[in-house]
Each structure stands twice: as structure tokens, then as C-alpha cells.
């Protein structure tokens, strides 16, 4: 199944304690389409960039087979750029600067030949933006989306028309609390899953992730990392990888979203081995199974 | 295999948002105890309370046919005092007073029946009489130990001291970081095990539990709670399950050692739907096992 990104493409430039790097390509439209291209299914991207965005970010999608025909290049204008500094545990980032750029004006036009695309993954952009993707489409079968306190607090009213039309929300723990104004997160559950999405999904960062819906809870654990280098992008390589199995293999039962949870923690736990997208650039589909099969090695416990 | 439990008993005065409750049996051997009695082993304790300390309290320790031989009665003195107020998503608390009275000057006596206890369970209390402790111990086969920031900070030494004498060291993921000096929590997990206890189990509150042992990462789930009324003496009463669980069986394995993870969540599961011990008071062995095997169910999931 054909899957379609609409997100941001942008130059990162990133603080960590172990080290920093300068205009790295990132943008949640990289780190969901790189990630979800792992599982063979054909990825497109709608996104903007400006003239300056380098061959090497076209290279590394293109090298991944995603199809870029979607990817809007205004050459006069400036790719979107952010700077950011984590803090020494990881689990804190400060933003430095943000400059749109060609992202300000970014108005997403879905190319002909991907209006039929079965999946569409909604990166973190202004709601309003990611309902006029789903406009444009046709009848697509899973809606996932991603979004961020700054929406849930300036956008709220539009944020809330975006969820009537999706189907799996992608947000952290501090997020889910912001929106559902409740501070037990199986309650806050609930109240979003209310709100439109029947599947939600809490990311919790170095504690793993909470897959609900109407019957299932479950919890995913986070895979002990001893190195992690770079958080940034890990969130929207979550949703890729998830994105990613579910169009594989078209099938969202229960047991199989337990499964793409799965896949999405293990494609964000080789995001952050290493700085910006390099840790998404030469994986194999056996590194990815066998860190699978790490994970559930990580939770399993028999009866007594 | 029976269990001696040496900690506190207290009269607790705690808030939380959903409610309030003055000198309430409490304190770290009260949890255990009352947490390990749930896998019919013989519970024995050590500890120190005053002439006020409540027949409730000793009814309800009584009739869970804890061994109170080694609870020392002064007459003329008052019982350790503890007040606490949560913040509104019960992850933080304030500390309101703390009155040590009779537990300032406590030497804890092991009766001459209780030294051959296999399994010690040491509550949070001074490094310095948890060694105490051990010293009147005739070849315990395990030692289970808790400490807490203060003693990491004001008593290191000693602390250190007596993690060389443990087995299985209980802590929470800040007081991992703190006794560690290392951020990430697999890393401080070896240099923890690298001070004595061969097995480490870092509690992560709402998040679940890490069980670390030289060849073992086992991630445990957090029972998905909708009503947490009052977390004090979760963690005693993790502590007390584990404890309870592996003196029944008398199995060390790690296939065991993470099922008894499973077991301390669960009795601290039951233990927070009510506020003191009281989540505590009435459990069946039928409960305990369903909600064992809920949190099986949490976090299985099949391969594809």
C-alpha cells in the first residue's frame, strides 16, 4: 500500500552533549518518509523546500526510493531552518531559533497520482495545512497524524476539526495531557480518542510508548539504550516506522498495532544512535528484525 | 522461606488532590510487610513505634499474621510522624514535616527467632543500621535493599558500605541517576550492580520498572491506572511483593526474578486505588493473580 507524507524538510542545526552538527538535513517529512521506507511499500512525498536545500538530502531520499515528485522547490527562497540544544539527561531540548522561511507560506498541493494513496501520515504542521491534504485525497483508508503543544494551544479550534477526520494519533505523554486537559493518561485517553481518532498512540520518550483503543491497552517498552546520540527526529521515525508496517502489511487489527508500535520504537531507537537522519540512512530489514525480536525479548515474562 | 522486614512504622498525614488523611498507619516496614504477607511466608519485623502508635495498627498487621516479636513498644515516647502533599498529577510531592520521635534513637534488635530468616528485607532507613541489621543475620540467602536521596547524599560512605553486603537493590530512576552519577539509566545500571547488588531494580513510578541483572534487561509495564488515589508506599510496597514472592518460591532464576517485578507491581497497583494501606488490607490471592495476569496482557505481543 502506497503511503503519502506531508510534513517539513529542513536543515537542523543540533546541540547535544556528545556533540553538535550544522544544517544537517531533517524535517518530519524526512525522518517519517525515511523511516516508513524500510518496509518496501512506495512512499511520497509533499513537502517544500528552497534552492538552497542540498543534493545530499535529495540524494538520501531518492537513494531510499521515495518519490519526491510531491516535493516543491522554490529556488529563490531559503529551506526551513531550526536550532536546538538538549539538555545533559536528552530528555529537555531548548529551541534556539526557528526560521520558516519557505515553510511560512507552504501551501501543500497533493500531485494527481497521489491522491489514491491508501496511507497518509500527517507530519507536525498547522492544522489547517493538514486538512487541506485530506481534501485533497481520495478516500484514503488510514489517517495517522502527529501534532504539538503549539497547535493544541494556538490552533486548538482547528486542531480539533483535523481529529474528526484521522484515524491513529501520534503524541508524547506532556501533549496527551495538554490537550485532553486531564493528567492520568488512560483518562486523557479517552477524552482524544472522543475527540475523533480511534487509535492513539502516547509516546513516552525513554519509557516507551501506550498503544489505546476502544478494547486494547498496551505497553511498549523502550529499548535500553546505552548511546543515545540524537533524539531529534526520533518521534516522527516512530510514526514512519509505524506508517510504515501497518502499509506493508494492511492490517490493522489489535495484535497487528501492538506490532507497528513495535516496529516504530525499534526504527526510533537506530534514529537516535546516531546524529540527525544517519541513523536511518543504511539500515537492513535484518538489523530491523532482530532488534524486533530484542524488544520483545526486553518485555516478555511467562506465568507462574 | 520466611521474610524478616525491617523499616519504619508511621503515622502519616498525606493530601493529595482527591482528598486527605491525618495519622495513618504508615511507614516502610508497614508496606512490606503487609505486601509480603500476600505469599504465605512467615513475615517477621523490626522496627520501633511509640505508646500512640494505634491498636488499628497493630490489628491490621496482626491479622495479615505478621510476626510483631521485634517491634519495640516505648511507652513513654511518640511514633515517627510524617506529612506530605502531592501535586496535582501525583508525580511530586512536598514533604510537609517529618518527626522522627522514637525512630531518632532507633537500634534495631533482632530477636534471637528471627536470625535465621532467609530472606531480609531492608527498608529505607540509615545505611548504617541496615548494617546493623545484617550483622545480627545468620547467613541470610537474600537481601533486598532500599535507600532513598538523603542517605545517597548525607551517608555515602556508608550506603556504599552497605550495597557491598546486598543482593537485590531496589531504587528509583532519580535515585539511580544520584547514587550513579550517570544520566543514562543502563549505564548507571552497571555501575549500581558494580558497587554489590548483583541484581538492580530501578522503580520508574508510573512508567513501570527495569530489572538489571549481568546478562538480563527486563522492561516491566506500569499497570495502566484510571484512579490512583495516594502513591505513598507504592514503592515499600513493590519492595514487599517482590520480597514475598520470591521467599515463596525460593527461585532466583531470572525467568523468576522478573515475575517477581511483575508481582511488586501489582501489590503496589492495588496499594495506590486507596489512600494508606488500606489498598492493602483485603486483597485476595485471586486478585493478585488476575491483575498478574493483566499485566501480562499489557505487554505481550506476537511476532510477525
Not at 18 to 23: A, K, M, N, W
Not at 204 to 230: C, Q, R, W
Not at 283 to 298: G, K, N, P, V, W
Request: include cysteine; glycine fraction near 8%.
Amino acid at each position: 500500500m502506497s503511503v503519502l507524507v506531508v510534513g517539513s524538510l529542513a536543515l537542523d542545526t543540533i546541540e547535544t552533549p556528545f556533540g553538535s552538527v550544522r544544517e544537517a538535513v531533517g524535517g518530519s517529512a524526512t525522518y517519517i518518509s525515511a523511516a516508513a521506507s524500510y518496509f518496501f511499500s512506495p512512499i511520497r512525498v509533499v513537502g517544500v523546500v528552497g534552492g538552497d536545500f542540498p543534493q545530499e538530502g535529495m540524494t538520501l531520499l531518492e537513494e531510499r526510493n521515495i518519490d519526491l515528485e510531491g516535493l516543491e522547490v522554490i529556488k529563490s527562497g531559503k529551506t526551513f531552518r531550526w536550532a536546538g540544544r538538549y539538555r545533559y539527561d536528552l530528555n529537555e531540548r531548548d529551541t534556539l531559533s526557528t526560521d520558516l522561511n519557505v515553510f511560512e507560506k507552504f501551501d501543500p498541493k497533493v500531485p494527481e497520482r497521489y491522491r489514491k494513496s491508501k496511507f497518509v501520515v500527517l507530519g507536525n504542521i498547522d492544522p489547517v495545512l493538514q486538512q487541506r491534504v485530506l481534501q485533497q485525497m481520495e478516500n484514503p483508508r488510514v489517517v495517522i497524524c502527529d501534532t504539538m503543544n503549539y497547535w493544541i494551544e494556538r490552533k486548538n479550534k482547528d486542531l480539533l476539526e483535523t481529529l474528526r477526520r484521522i484515524n491513529i494519533l501520534v503524541l508524547n505523554d506532556s501533549e496527551a495531557r495538554l490537550l485532553s486537559k486531564e493528567p492520568n493518561l488512560i483518562k486523557a485517553g479517552r477524552v482524544i480518542r472522543g475527540m475523533g481518532p480511534t487509535v492513539l498512540i502516547i509516546k513516552k520518550g525513554e519509557h516507551g510508548a501506550l498503544l489505546l483503543t476502544e478494547s486494547v491497552t498496551f505497553s511498549a517498552p523502550a529499548y535500553p539504550m546505552e548511546n543515545i546520540f540524537d533524539p531529534t527526529g526520533a518521534g516522527d521515525t516512530f510514526a514512519g516506522g509505524l506508517a510504515g508496517w501497518l502499509a506493508r502489511t494492511d492490517d490493522l487489527s489489535e495484535e497487528n498495532l501492538k506490532r507497528a508500535v513495535i516496529y516504530g520504537s525499534t526504527l526510533a531507537s537506530f534514529c537516535v544512535e546516531k546524529f540527525g537522519v544517519e541513523g536511518l540512512r543504511d539500515l537492513t530489514y535484518l538489523q530491523i528484525q532482530d532488534r524486533f525480536r530484542q524488544f520483545r525479548e526486553l518485555s516478555r515474562f511467562d506465568g507462574d
